[in-house]
């Protein structure tokens, strides 16, 4: 039995954000994200005005600050990068604490850290606040190849028992002795990766057969018709509109 | 009632795999609207082409099969796969959505099934296998038996003519395996069930068939082909330690 993988990001609620439609969502912080990107890097106040406004959602959403702050260290990897700008760019150099730094690559960090941060925080929101299956139908409503969603949904469905394949067969090489010490066991892997794909494979062909039997044509049916009314659209638009307005203002003030 | 047409028809099927091998020699089976029957054989006999053939996923070399009067041909094809339910043996392959509902709501949705018509059919057959409050779970969260059950639902969500049962009985514990016996009695409607559990085609079909090296080797009631040991052997069917199929009353 999974785990409940589809649990891991999101957090359950009934908060006026939990039952916006999924496409409104979806849409708002992707113009969000749009907006915050476009803004001059030099309008530090905007950013700082970024941030207050995710902290309004959030709170909106009763998302507890700790849980997001924890979320967001998956930027970490991306961070290490902007860190190294101020050291490795060319330009004017600047002193800070006795370090000699370049101007421009202290722009650029910052210019990275700020936007990075901003659509990482919108993005954990989204997926803290939006169940993963109504994701993919705000996808699919915003007309993204249905293909590509019929994709994601087998992976979300399957993900766990070909975990489960890999789990059952990695206690059948231990129950006869076989420990991974390294390099002359990695043929023993790679062939157990081999055998986990063809039976996902196979697996693929006999769902194929149990879809054709009921009837699939090569479309997926429409079940769940996700529906926003005119209000939600102008509800989940406040975000992108709000920001929209300040990264206006800074570019006419800088 | 004697106008209805039988639910299936099999006449002269035969089939051989690209590969040259030939798996069904002329397959002849009448199953009358109503009926439960058993199909036994042992592995490698042909059932699982058999079945394939019964919603067209695999194209008769010879012969021809009826659904309650419509042959399966190309043009029949949307509306053949509506009428023959098929239950596959493994629940994870049958249930590909990601909830039970949306699951359920596949077939008839891909007929242009929508709204509260759909919703009415998907909770009904989830209340005829007693699953109707795990409607919104995913598949994967749910026991063996509780995904077979799911199983046998997305088909019945079709309305079938004929519900066609790949080993019903495997994998599952004795209550799941009684449990699901009991929706099964429950259900009216035609029933084709493949399956090696004997004692569980005498419980639930009056009559079985013996499919063995691609033609229906026998043809009777299911208690007294089980009581005839010469065939039994013949075919490679054998009953489980202790069980004496003279022992039970058989459903008639």
Same mark, same amino acid.
């Given at each position: 039995?999974?785990?409940?993988?589809?649990?891991?990001?999101?957090?359950?609620?009934?908060?006026?954000?939990?039952?916006?439609?999924?496409?409104?969502?979806?849409?708002?912080?992707?113009?969000?994200?749009?907006?915050?990107?476009?803004?001059?890097?030099?309008?530090?106040?905007?950013?700082?005005? @970024?941030?207050?406004?995710?902290? $309004?959602?959030?709170?909106?959403?009763?998302?507890?600050?700790?849980?997001?702050?924890?979320?967001?260290?998956?930027?970490?990897?991306?961070?290490?990068?902007?860190?190294?700008?101020?050291?490795?760019?060319?330009?004017?150099?600047?002193?800070?604490?006795?370090?000699?730094?370049?101007?421009?690559?202290? %722009?650029? /960090?910052?210019?990275?850290?700020?936007?990075?941060?901003?659509?990482?925080?919108?993005?954990?929101?989204?997926?803290?606040?939006?169940?993963?299956?109504?994701?993919?139908?705000?996808?699919?409503?915003?007309?993204?190849?249905?293909?590509?969603?019929?994709? /994601?949904?087998?992976?979300?469905?399957?993900?766990?028992?070909?975990?489960?394949?890999?789990?059952?067969?990695?206690?059948?090489?231990?129950?006869?002795?076989?420990?991974?010490?390294? $390099?002359?066991?990695?043929?023993?892997?790679?062939?157990?990766?081999?055998?986990?794909?063809?039976?996902?494979?196979?697996?693929?062909?006999?769902?194929?057969?149990?879809?054709?039997?009921?009837? @699939?044509?090569?479309?997926?049916?429409?079940?769940?018709?996700?529906?926003?009314?005119?209000?939600? %659209?102008?509800?989940?638009?406040?975000?992108? *509109?709000?920001?929209?307005?300040?990264?206006?203002?800074?570019?006419?003030?800088? | 009632?004697?106008?209805?047409?039988?639910?299936?028809?099999?006449?002269?099927?035969? @089939?051989?795999?690209?590969?040259?091998?030939?798996?069904?020699?002329?397959?002849?089976?009448?199953?009358? &609207?109503?009926?439960?029957?058993?199909?036994?054989?042992?592995?490698?006999?042909?059932?699982?082409?058999?079945?394939?053939?019964?919603?067209?996923?695999?194209?008769?070399?010879?012969?021809?099969?009826?659904?309650?009067?419509?042959?399966?041909?190309?043009?029949?094809?949307?509306?053949?796969? &509506?009428?023959?339910?098929?239950?596959?043996?493994?629940?994870?392959?049958?249930?590909?959505?990601?909830?039970?509902?949306?699951?359920?709501?596949?077939?008839?949705? /891909?007929?242009?099934?929508?709204?509260?018509?759909?919703?009415?059919?998907?909770?009904?057959?989830?209340?005829?296998?007693?699953?109707?409050?795990? /409607?919104?779970?995913?598949?994967?969260? *749910?026991?063996?038996?509780?995904?077979?059950?799911?199983?046998?639902?997305?088909?019945?969500?079709?309305?079938?003519?004929?519900?066609?049962?790949?080993?019903?009985?495997?994998?599952?514990?004795?209550?799941?395996?009684?449990?699901?016996?009991?929706?099964? &009695?429950?259900?009216?409607?035609?029933?084709?069930? $493949?399956?090696?559990?004997?004692?569980?085609?005498?419980?639930?079909?009056?009559?079985?068939?013996?499919?063995?090296?691609?033609?229906?080797?026998?043809?009777?009631?299911?208690?007294?082909?089980?009581?005839?040991?010469?065939?039994?052997?013949?075919?490679?069917?054998?009953?489980?330690?202790?069980?004496?199929?003279?022992?039970?009353?058989?459903?008639?």
């Amino acid at each position: 039995m999974g785990a409940g993988h589809a649990h891991t990001l999101y957090r359950a609620g009934s908060s006026p954000v939990h039952t916006l439609p999924p496409h409104c969502k979806i849409a708002a912080v992707f113009c969000f994200v749009l907006v915050v990107v476009a803004t001059p890097r030099e309008a530090l106040w905007a950013f700082g005005l @970024y941030a207050v406004l995710l902290a $309004v959602v959030a709170a909106t959403a009763r998302i507890p600050a700790g849980f997001l702050l924890k979320r967001l260290l998956i930027e970490i990897p991306f961070v290490a990068f902007a860190v190294l700008m101020p050291f490795v760019a060319e330009g004017a150099r600047v002193e800070v604490l006795g370090l000699s730094l370049s101007e421009s690559g202290l %722009w650029g /960090a910052w210019n990275i850290l700020a936007k990075g941060t901003l659509g990482v925080a919108a993005s954990v929101i989204l997926a803290s606040t939006t169940e993963l299956r109504a994701l993919l139908l705000g996808l699919q409503r915003l007309r993204m190849p249905p293909l590509l969603v019929q994709i /994601a949904s087998f992976m979300i469905r399957y993900g766990d028992v070909i975990t489960d394949e890999m789990r059952r067969m990695r206690i059948a090489r231990r129950s006869r002795g076989f420990e991974a010490r390294g $390099v002359r066991q990695w043929g023993v892997l790679a062939k157990s990766a081999g055998a986990l794909f063809i039976r996902s494979y196979e697996r693929g062909e006999r769902v194929h057969l149990a879809m054709l039997s009921r009837g @699939y044509t090569g479309t997926m049916p429409v079940i769940d018709e996700a529906t926003a009314s005119r209000a939600q %659209w102008t509800y989940a638009a406040a975000l992108p *509109l709000t920001a929209l307005a300040v990264c206006l203002t800074g570019w006419m003030l800088t | 009632m004697t106008s209805a047409p039988p639910s299936l028809q099999v006449s002269g099927l035969a @089939y051989a795999y690209p590969d040259g091998h030939q798996a069904l020699f002329g397959v002849e089976l009448t199953v009358a &609207r109503g009926e439960r029957v058993a199909l036994l054989g042992p592995n490698g006999a042909g059932k699982t082409t058999l079945v394939l053939h019964l919603n067209g996923i695999l194209e008769a070399g010879a012969g021809s099969v009826t659904v309650a009067g419509l042959p399966v041909a190309k043009p029949n094809l949307a509306e053949i796969r &509506r009428r023959v339910g098929i239950v596959f043996q493994d629940p994870d392959d049958q249930l590909f959505m990601p909830t039970v509902r949306e699951d359920v709501a596949f077939g008839p949705a /891909a007929a242009g099934m929508r709204g509260a018509e759909l919703a009415e059919r998907v909770h009904r057959a989830l209340d005829r296998v007693g699953m109707a409050e795990f /409607a919104d779970r995913p598949p994967h969260h *749910l026991s063996f038996g509780q995904r077979r059950r799911v199983a046998v639902a997305t088909v019945l969500a079709m309305e079938p003519e004929i519900l066609v049962l790949d080993e019903p009985s495997s994998n599952l514990d004795p209550a799941s395996r009684r449990e699901l016996a009991d929706i099964l &009695r429950s259900l009216d409607v035609t029933v084709l069930m $493949v399956t090696h559990d004997l004692p569980y085609a005498l419980e639930l079909c009056p009559r079985s068939v013996v499919l063995s090296g691609g033609v229906i080797a026998a043809d009777g009631g299911t208690q007294n082909l089980l009581c005839d040991q010469e065939l039994m052997r013949e075919h490679r069917l054998e009953l489980p330690f202790g069980f004496d199929p003279r022992s039970v009353t058989a459903p008639v």
